[in-house]
Each structure stands twice: as structure tokens, then as C-alpha cells.
Nanobody, 115 residues
Framework: QVQLVESGGGLVQPGGSLTLSCAASGFTFSSFLMMWVRQAPGKGLEWVSTINTGGNVAWYVGSVKGRFTISRDNAKNTLYLEMNSLKPEDTAVYYC????????RGQGTQVTVSS
């Protein structure tokens, strides 16, 4: 079955950086769009970024454009999200998702941006 395991979250000061990873298994990773979504405390799920199957085209929500970079390694079945210049409003649980925003997700990894 589909399994997605996120890691790399933590507590970081404003302006800091983190890189999230998502290890995928149970499906042909290289055949699917992959995305990152997040859920801030008390808010709904928000789409953050999507990457195409080849890893050469990406899309971002406006609030993270220029600060976050999504990438994938199809040989390692792993999705990444490099986050720079983090802001308190980036605080959320981050999930990787297969195919669509409502697709299978992992358990999430907590990112807290606070001084």
C-alpha cells in the first residue's frame, strides 16, 4: 500500500532554513505528480507546491515563491522541500501528498518558526 513518511521538521528562528524529506513506497513514485501541503494551527489544509514527474517543473503558492524549492529524486523515491527565509506564518504541519491535494498523505512533520 502507499506509504509516505515525512521528516526534517523542527523549531527554527525566523529567517532560518529547513529541508523536509518524504520517503515514498508502495507505488511507482516516478509516475506521479507529488506535492507538499500544510496545515497551520486552527486552519484548513493549504497547498504549498507541486512538482511534475520528471522533476523539472514546479509550482508554488504565492506566499512561498522565491523562498521554498521542491525537488525529487526518483531513484531514491524521495521528495524534498527546501525552505529558506522562514517566517512565523510558515508554522504548520507539513505533509507530502501523492497526485492531488486530497491524495494519500503521510503523518506529517511539524515546522515551528519562532524566536
Amino acid at each position: 500500500q502507499v506509504q509516505l513518511v515525512e521528516s526534517g521538521g523542527g523549531l527554527v528562528q525566523p529567517g532560518g532554513s529547513l529541508t523536509l524529506s518524504c520517503a515514498a513506497s508502495g507505488f511507482t513514485f516516478s509516475s506521479f505528480l507529488m506535492m507538499w501541503v500544510r496545515q497551520a494551527p486552527g486552519k484548513g489544509l493549504e497547498w504549498v507546491s507541486t512538482i511534475n514527474t520528471g522533476g523539472n517543473v514546479a509550482w508554488y503558492v504565492g506566499s512561498v515563491k522565491g523562498r521554498f524549492t521542491i525537488s525529487r529524486d526518483n531513484a531514491k523515491n524521495t521528495l524534498y522541500l527546501e525552505m529558506n527565509s522562514l517566517k512565523p506564518e510558515d508554522t504548520a504541519v507539513y505533509y507530502c501528498a501523492k497526485g492531488t491535494i486530497n491524495g494519500p498523505r503521510g503523518q506529517g512533520t511539524q515546522v515551528t518558526v519562532s524566536s
